[in-house]
């Protein structure tokens, strides 16, 4: 499609889910009955559902075909067979660990090698990744860039490490770090894409220390898309060898299938040390199953062994990261503070600068969110002093960023819905003055997100 302005879908549409818009007054009412949080509602009542890009993506007619192909045996089954060689050849790690999905392998992984006492380091942990490896008792630290903490930044990897703070980090708790987490792309801060360079550096200092590295590697493919833009010497290259170049600097990783694995559900933990193997799928057995399915269907195997082949294609990628940029495009347009650069797999508005006149533990993000939804039935999500700002101790501290993630599901949305989302958040800044913050009614001991009840200042 060269010579064109135009990128397309590079797809077309076999099978539709009708979708509804609910009324003012009823959005205000549902609001009202779920405490202003988002997570409860249903999402018949949601016209766009932004919530998450998280196993919401559309398979293609080859995944289904798949899913028919599956084969349930307990143990073995072609499909296992099939899903580890796809895992394979772009992850060549030693040994591939099913789950049914992402915080699975982490809560398998940090029961291994977490514990307290033990400082893991990442760029930015996930919540799902902080919750587990505070959960075993070690203490989870993000030494992100500074640049990351700066919205309007324009530094092509905001993901990146800052190389000198994790050598701080594991002079400091020398002997307590067992391992060190990458995030890519790094989806708190930002979906920002995370350099090879900095992999390589991040590598070396690893290796100083002694300590293996492991991968988030969620959003894989779009990190190496990015890679494939941003970084000098990388613009020719195939998108497989760039996610093979990441893997090879890797000791391990875990992997949600519902991201980058165009699937709906699924997962994984891939490690080279046979011994930590051997510890994992010990686990594995006992809470997900079988290693040839851990917490898998044979025909989910089939989907995201197909998924991983589709999305590592250009012309996919080329769509997909472009339909995010164009949304930042409309928004920024509408005079939105978003987190520049665009990254990966959602737009992330600035609800701290859009509503300066609410403070942080007041819930800008919580606001411009619920705001989205009250407008035009678009649900986002609050990435900010919601999800992050209980600390372990119990303290309420202002996360890094109060941010509003619009998160865009893998081939499901087309080019009008986006701009449907733009002018609902249009309407949305051009009162954002008089938005007013939240506190926070009921709340429970973690990941207090998902089923906290707000009520209005
Ligand atoms: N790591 C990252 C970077 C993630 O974004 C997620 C999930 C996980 C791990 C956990 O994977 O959901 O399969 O257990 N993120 C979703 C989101 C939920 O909305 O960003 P999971």
Not at 126 to 145: K, M, P, Y
Request: proline share 5%; with cysteine.
């Amino acid at each position: 499609m060269n010579g064109y302005r135009t990128i397309i879908e590079p797809f077309r549409i076999k099978s539709v889910e009708p979708i509804r818009l609910t009324t003012v007054e009823e959005r205000a009412e549902k609001l009202r009955a779920v405490g202003y949080n988002l997570f409860g509602l249903h999402s018949d009542d949601v016209l766009v559902d932004l919530l998450t890009d998280s196993g919401t993506g559309a398979m293609s007619a080859e995944q289904w075909a798949g899913i028919q192909r599956g084969d349930e045996s307990y143990a073995g089954s072609p499909s296992w067979y099939r899903f580890e060689a796809a895992v394979k050849e772009l992850f060549p790690f030693r040994h591939v660990i099913p789950t049914h999905q992402g915080r699975a392998a982490e809560k398998i992984l940090f029961s291994v090698i977490g514990g307290s006492g033990k400082v893991i380091p990442s760029n930015t942990h996930f919540d799902t990744t902080r919750a587990n490896v505070e959960h075993s008792g070690a203490e989870a630290i993000d030494l992100v860039i500074g640049e990351a903490r700066i919205p309007s930044n324009q530094h092509p990897f905001k993901g990146n490490m800052d190389l000198g703070r994790l050598e701080s980090a594991l002079t400091e708790h020398r002997g307590k770090v067992p391992v060190v987490f990458v995030t890519v792309t790094n989806n708190s801060g930002g979906g920002q894409p995370v350099s090879l360079e900095n992999l390589r550096a991040t590598r070396k200092i690893c290796d100083r220390f002694s300590v293996p590295l492991f991968l988030d590697a969620c959003r894989f493919a779009e990190n190496a898309w990015l890679i494939r833009e941003r970084e000098p010497g990388q613009h020719e290259r195939a998108v497989p060898d760039i996610v093979r170049d990441m893997a090879a600097l890797a000791d391990g990783m875990t992997m949600s299938a519902k991201k980058d694995g165009l699937a709906n559900i699924g997962g994984w933990l891939a490690v080279n040390d046979d011994e930590l193997a051997r510890r994992c799928r010990e686990l594995l057995i006992l809470t997900e199953g079988f290693p040839t399915y851990g917490g898998l269907a044979g025909r989910d195997l089939e989907a995201i062994a197909i998924g991983l082949r589709e999305v590592v294609d250009h012309d996919y990628l080329r769509y997909r990261l472009r339909a995010t940029a164009y949304l930042g495009e409309q928004l920024r347009a509408a005079g939105i503070p978003i987190v520049e650069p665009v990254g990966g797999h959602a737009v992330y508005i600035d609800a701290r600068a859009l509503c300066p006149q609410i403070e942080p533990l007041q819930y800008p993000g919580q606001a411009v969110a619920t705001a989205l939804y009250l407008e035009g039935g678009v649900r986002g999500c609050e990435i900010g002093t919601v999800m992050f700002g209980r600390r372990p101790d119990g303290r309420e501290v202002p996360a890094m960023l109060d941010l509003v993630r619009l998160a865009i599901p893998r081939r499901v949305y087309t080019q009008s819905h986006v701009d449907f989302v733009a002018e609902v958040a249009a309407k949305v800044a051009a009162r954002a003055p008089q938005l007013k913050g939240f506190r926070i009614e009921s709340e429970p001991a973690s990941l207090r997100h998902f089923t906290a009840r707000f009520a209005p200042l």
